[in-house]
């Protein structure tokens, strides 16, 4: 199927259906319009043509169609945290590329729970994944958090599986890691470095390494843990916000905060604007480094996760092991880069006036 069969489906044009299957970076100047060509590629099984000749003619990339399953673990719809739709678009892109079909992309954030894992109907939901017996799938990727207890139950579902995350698997699967805890402990050191000896952290506490990394961060640096500076939440704009009015309530408030995802962090930046005449402009660290982080007020300091090396990687571990290259569950770490931007100030700024416009 070509990309005019796609741009007919949709009602858009061909240029446009082009731009959004292969440029992961493309804007979109309409969401519902991306999700129309997205879901008509899929359904589809749209590869691009040069690949599609290349596989039907024998060519050097194989003779074989590979059919892909893609499992987002951390939420239940597609736009709930930018840099997951980041990573799907790229891995898509890469998929396709590779002369893969994408068979399914599953959202269930049930996979990344504990208390939603430990539940008797695991099976029945996995069973329902899997529901159609005809159908034979070649790998599984999952991007995201997973619980032990999930991850084993797919396992007798999916014969390759590999894990793109933050969290390790702890060798249950092959993985590509960037490792949570490593990242909060460059937020939080920088932050040190600046002055901030009252930090707080904001995002998902529950066997997540982000925030073991927090808390060996501060006692990397001999600074009391606070209860009062954990705001234990799931990543969105709104519970930013949230944070941050709980912060600016504190008889004592946090100078610099650490937020696990980016998008809890510009929910915070987003709050400076809208309570302004509080005076209460803390400095803001967080990670991803998620296309928005550069248009809040002030632009967003942030650890920078390789996205395109994630997918490239975790694709790379996924064919090899379809293919019989290795067998044993192997692990490719890689590191997050500091990028400075304007959130983080020196304690010593923390009084000066606000510095955005």
Same mark, same amino acid.
């Given at each position: 199927?070509?990309?005019?069969?796609?741009?007919?489906?949709?009602?858009?044009?061909?240029?446009?259906?082009?731009?959004?299957?292969?440029?992961?970076?493309?804007?979109?100047?309409?969401?519902?319009?991306? !999700? /129309?060509? #997205?879901? &008509?590629?899929?359904?589809?099984?749209?590869?691009?043509n040069?690949?599609? @000749? +290349?596989?039907?003619?024998?060519?050097?990339?194989?003779?074989?169609?590979?059919?892909?399953?893609?499992?987002?673990?951390?939420?239940?719809?597609?736009?709930?945290?930018?840099?997951?739709?980041?990573?799907?678009m790229?891995?898509?892109?890469?998929?396709?590329?590779?002369?893969?079909?994408?068979?399914?992309?599953?959202?269930?954030?049930?996979?990344?729970?504990?208390?939603?894992?430990?539940?008797?109907?695991?099976?029945?939901?996995?069973?329902?994944?899997?529901?159609?017996?005809?159908?034979?799938?070649?790998?599984?990727?999952?991007?995201?958090?997973?619980? !032990? /207890?999930? #991850?084993? &139950?797919?396992?007798?579902?999916?014969?390759?599986?590999?894990?793109?995350? @933050? +969290?390790?698997?702890?060798?249950?699967?092959?993985?590509v890691l960037?490792?949570g805890?490593?990242?909060?402990r460059?937020?939080?050191?920088?932050?040190?470095?600046?002055?901030?000896?009252?930090?707080?952290?904001?995002?998902?506490?529950?066997?997540?390494?982000?925030?073991?990394?927090?808390?060996?961060?501060?006692?990397?640096?001999?600074?009391?843990?606070?209860?009062?500076?954990?705001?234990?939440?799931?990543?969105?704009?709104?519970?930013?916000?949230i944070?941050?009015?709980?912060?600016?309530?504190?008889?004592?408030?946090?100078?610099?905060?650490?937020?696990?995802?980016?998008? #809890?962090?510009?929910?915070?930046?987003?709050?400076?604007?809208?309570?302004?005449?509080?005076?209460?402009?803390?400095?803001?660290?967080?990670?991803?480094?998620?296309?928005?982080?550069q248009?809040?007020?002030?632009?967003?300091t942030?650890?920078?996760?390789?996205?395109?090396?994630?997918?490239?990687?975790?694709?790379?571990l996924l064919?090899?092991?379809?293919?019989?290259?290795?067998?044993?569950?192997?692990?490719?770490?890689?590191e997050?880069?500091?990028?400075i931007?304007?959130?983080?100030?020196?304690?010593?700024?923390?009084?000066e006036?606000?510095y955005?416009i």
């Amino acid at each position: 199927m070509s990309l005019k069969e796609i741009a007919q489906m949709t009602g858009v044009s061909v240029s446009t259906v082009g731009r959004i299957l292969n440029d992961p970076k493309h804007k979109c100047s309409n969401e519902e319009i991306r !999700r /129309r060509v #997205l879901e &008509a590629a899929r359904k589809i099984n749209y590869i691009p043509n040069a690949n599609a @000749r +290349n596989l039907k003619s024998g060519d050097s990339r194989g003779d074989k169609i590979y059919c892909i399953n893609i499992l987002l673990t951390r939420f239940s719809s597609e736009t709930a945290d930018p840099f997951y739709d980041e990573l799907l678009m790229q891995l898509e892109k890469e998929l396709r590329n590779s002369g893969c079909i994408i068979a399914n992309v599953w959202h269930n954030a049930e996979f990344s729970d504990e208390k939603a894992s430990r539940a008797d109907n695991l099976g029945a939901l996995i069973d329902s994944l899997y529901a159609d017996s005809t159908r034979r799938y070649d790998g599984l990727i999952i991007i995201g958090k997973v619980t !032990r /207890r999930a #991850l084993r &139950a797919l396992k007798t579902k999916e014969k390759n599986i590999v894990s793109i995350n @933050r +969290n390790s698997t702890n060798y249950e699967v092959d993985e590509v890691l960037c490792d949570g805890s490593r990242i909060a402990r460059d937020a939080v050191a920088y932050l040190a470095r600046l002055g901030h000896t009252k930090i707080a952290y904001v995002g998902d506490c529950h066997n997540e390494s982000r925030f073991t990394g927090y808390q060996a961060a501060l006692a990397d640096m001999h600074l009391a843990p606070d209860l009062d500076y954990v705001f234990d939440t799931s990543p969105n704009e709104q519970n930013g916000l949230i944070a941050y009015d709980y912060f600016k309530g504190l008889s004592d408030p946090p100078t610099g905060i650490y937020c696990a995802n980016d998008i #809890l962090a510009i929910g915070i930046i987003n709050a400076f604007g809208k309570r302004r005449q509080k005076l209460y402009i803390p400095s803001v660290i967080s990670s991803d480094d998620i296309d928005a982080g550069q248009y809040t007020k002030p632009m967003l300091t942030t650890i920078s996760l390789p996205k395109y090396d994630m997918v490239r990687f975790a694709l790379m571990l996924l064919l090899d092991r379809i293919k019989g290259g290795h067998k044993i569950v192997s692990r490719i770490e890689l590191e997050g880069t500091l990028i400075i931007r304007e959130s983080c100030r020196s304690y010593s700024e923390i009084a000066e006036p606000e510095y955005y416009i």
